[in-house]
């Protein structure tokens, strides 16, 4: 069955993707996407950090290489990357962020964390903030805590403009969930509407106002 | 609750930090909300509109 092949590479490209965030480390990567091409496979790694991912002279992005076509049995794969300018406008860099604070801070100071994210995201630029951490924070009793500002769309066709993502944190106490989602500030929205000067008087002069 | 008129008294530059400020409390007021109470944010909110207005103004 056709379908069948269909699951069967998502499930691949899954599998390609996920190995690839683990092989560079948490926070490194923010999105992988894989695109096959006549000449080869072309992974396109989306990071903020890229010179940690190249690698001295291009080290780790050969060992990389090396390992997708023995394990995965590419052909000719062709690493591209591409940077994020901005760190805080990326929703996965962001909720990698803050698992990995978590993490060295301990849950204790989740609060502290979250707050001085949602500062910095602000100040980027980002119209709507939402972050969601659910887990054993901060003592034994799992409660989900929600820190938001700003504006955000959360349902309907006009929710996808929204850039979300997850991350897992491991701490002391059990395993913290973190969801992240982020209005970035070239969002187009529909009920956003932008009217010059001359359009508005056109508008009063026609009546329509 | 801070009056209007006690408000009304603060300079330009005062008005500003106080927004910052109350900005800032009223998202965690909201974090806390299951917990603290709705009165608190709707308290901030007020104020937080009553500053807003006289930075208008001024």
Redesign the interface.
């Known amino acids: 069955m056709e379908e069948r092949k269909f699951v069967e590479l998502k499930k691949e490209e899954f599998n390609i993707r996920e190995f690839i965030k683990n092989y560079l480390g948490k926070g490194k990567v923010s999105k992988v996407a894989i695109i096959y091409t006549p000449i080869g496979e072309k992974v396109v790694m989306r990071t903020n950090k890229p010179g940690l991912v190249i690698g001295r002279g291009g080290e780790r992005v050969d060992t990389l290489t090396r390992i997708l076509k023995k394990r995965y049995n590419f052909e000719n794969p062709q690493i591209e990357i591409q940077e994020v300018t901005e760190k805080y406008l990326d929703a996965q860099t962001v909720a990698d962020d803050i698992a990995m604070s978590i993490e060295n801070f301990g849950s204790l100071k989740f ?1 502290i964390v979250a ?1 001085r994210m ?2 910095q995201i602000e100040d980027a630029g980002a119209m709507g903030v939402e972050l969601k951490l659910s887990g054993k924070l901060p003592g034994a009793r799992a409660r989900t ?5 700003g504006y955000l769309k959360k349902v309907g066709d006009s929710s996808k403009v929204v850039n979300k993502a997850k991350a897992v944190a491991q701490t002391k106490s059990g395993t913290v969930g973190i969801e992240v989602s982020i209005l970035r500030p070239d969002a187009k929205i529909h009920d956003h509407i932008d009217l010059t000067k001359k359009q508005i008087v056109e508008e009063v002069e026609n009546g329509k106002v | 609750m801070v009056k209007f008129k006690e408000l009304s008294k603060l300079t330009d530059k005062e008005v500003k930090q106080k927004i910052s400020e109350l900005d ?1 409390d009223l ?2 007021a ?2 806390t909300a299951s917990k603290g109470g709705k009165v608190k944010i709707r308290e901030l909110k007020k104020t937080l509109a009553r500053l807003k207005m006289l930075s208008r103004k001024k």
Request: charged share 50%; proline share 0%.
């Open positions: 609060k707050y949602l500062k805590w929600r820190f938001k500002k | 800032l998202v965690k909201r974090v």
